[in-house]
């Protein structure tokens, strides 16, 4: 067995969303899984194989938990935002991920996609992969390699394209099995398969309904995109006369279940709202995305007020950035564009987007039973930070207590001021 210790200021999130700052803990981790978590520790009180005494001014904060990201758009990350969502998926997010049939490509785009969001903090990505099977393994495979937690979908599409990215229900269906098999060989604890249909307006009901039996049959997460944009939610009508709402079509295909992700939820009625916390249903928040393109400004407290979990996604390349400090930091934007506009309104605080980022998005993913924050039974995913690494002479000129640190990490931080990533207590930058 092997048996860390890590040793300074500790900065995360309880279950109610509170903050809980400690000045000096001790934290034994024992193959990767932390068992004691001592305050105040003495010389000698505990002792470990490997000992790491963080350095003055730097904290522990748990590893960012990225709910929503395409990593096959990573090579489209700040184009075509003058266009809204369909017209951008068409002009410039299908022609790039028909690139993914070659292995080459995947190879070369995963191999940074996983590296990068590592550096940045991001211990668990939900991923949005590509149509094929086999290159969507790649991506499981790297994230295997580097040490990154991850959910990976291979995308499921059956509507008819000229283009020719889609299947047919009967191969997406075999594909798709084939890749649930496939990723599980990887055997890696880490790496975990995800069902995903791609949205209501790329799939029949019959397959979704066969999407959601295979989840049902091999007891996997499901994710996929739900009220995004104006046009998007007409055509969906348009397309499912029959049903209420967006969400009560995926809720006769049987997708809404409680390791259900649904990205965006922008336009959700309190209806939809209600049904998703019925189902045990989460929402990813894509702030970033969700300005590119336009969207909509998506009212988080709205979505909690109804008991819906949330957590938060970068949604490359629908967003700009595929760090979570940016998505924290336009989380509190969006947030505060809405108090503009809504007197009385108290907006989201640093607080709440630190919780979205860590143990919200954790139990959005219902991964919040192994991380998501430092405590006894739960895995050691964790961040080293260090804000006078990118400050130079400005360092350590003020003394800022350790929640002012947090917030100038959310604020004004980036990728230099984290130091040191850990996933299952394997350093993984
Ligand atoms: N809706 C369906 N596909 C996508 C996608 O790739 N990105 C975003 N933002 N929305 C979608
Ligand atoms: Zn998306």
């Known amino acids: 067995m092997t048996r860390q210790l890590f040793v300074g200021p500790l900065i995360h999130s309880n279950e109610n969303g509170q903050l809980i700052v400690t000045q000096r803990v001790a934290i034994l981790v024992e193959d990767g899984k932390i068992t004691t978590v001592m305050e ?97 393994v790649i991506l499981g495979q790297k994230a295997a390699q580097f040490g990154q937690r991850s959910l990976i979908g291979k995308v499921n599409m059956n509507v008819k394209r000229n283009d020719g990215y889609c299947e047919t229900t009967e191969e997406s269906i075999i594909n798709t099995k084939k890749f649930i098999t496939d990723i599980n060989k990887i055997e890696s604890p880490l790496v975990k398969p995800i069902i995903t249909p791609r949205f209501a307006l790329s799939c029949d009901m019959e ?11 091999f007891d996997v997460h499901i994710q996929t995109h739900i009220s995004e944009n104006l046009d998007e939610i007409e055509a969906v009508r348009h397309l499912f006369k029959d049903y209420s709402s967006y969400s009560a079509v995926y809720d006769e ?44 400004l998506c009212d988080v407290k709205k979505l909690k007020s109804h008991g819906v979990k949330v957590g938060l996604g970068t949604d490359v390349s629908g967003g700009q950035s595929s760090s979570i400090i940016d998505a924290m930091r336009s989380a509190l934007q969006v947030s505060n564009h809405i108090a503009i506009q809504t007197p009385g309104y108290e907006p989201l605080n640093y607080k709440d987007v630190f919780y979205l980022a860590t143990l919200g998005g954790a139990t959005a993913l219902a991964l919040d039973e192994h991380i998501g924050n430092l405590v006894p039974g739960k895995q050691f995913d964790a961040l080293v930070i260090d804000l006078n690494v990118s400050t130079g002479p400005l360092d350590n000129l003020i003394e800022y207590t350790l929640e002012e640190k947090l917030q100038r990490l959310i604020y004004s931080g980036d990728d230099r001021n984290i130091v040191e990533v850990y996933v299952a207590g394997q350093r993984v930058k």
């Open 207 to 217: 397959l979704m309904k066969e999407l959601a039996k295979l989840a049902k049959k």
């Open 40 to 136: 105040n520790p003495k010389p000698g009180d505990m002792t470990a194989d490997y000992v790491t005494l963080l350095s003055a001014g730097q904290f522990l904060i748990p590893g960012f938990i990225d709910c929503h990201i395409h990593a096959a758009q990573f090579p489209n990350l700040g184009v075509g935002y003058d266009r809204g969502l369909l017209d951008w998926l068409e002009t410039y997010t299908f022609p790039l991920e028909k690139h993914y049939s070659d292995h080459n490509f995947s190879e070369k785009v995963y191999d940074v996609v996983v590296k990068r969001t590592l550096t940045m903090g991001t211990t668990t990505a939900c991923y949005f992969a590509s149509l094929y099977g086999e290159s969507s």
């Open 253 to 296: 295909a049987g997708l809404l279940t409680n390791k259900t992700i649904l990205a965006h939820g922008i336009y959700l009625t309190d209806t939809e709202l209600d049904l998703l916390n019925k189902r045990g249903t989460s929402v990813s928040h894509c702030p970033s995305s969700n300005t590119c393109l336009r969207s909509g």
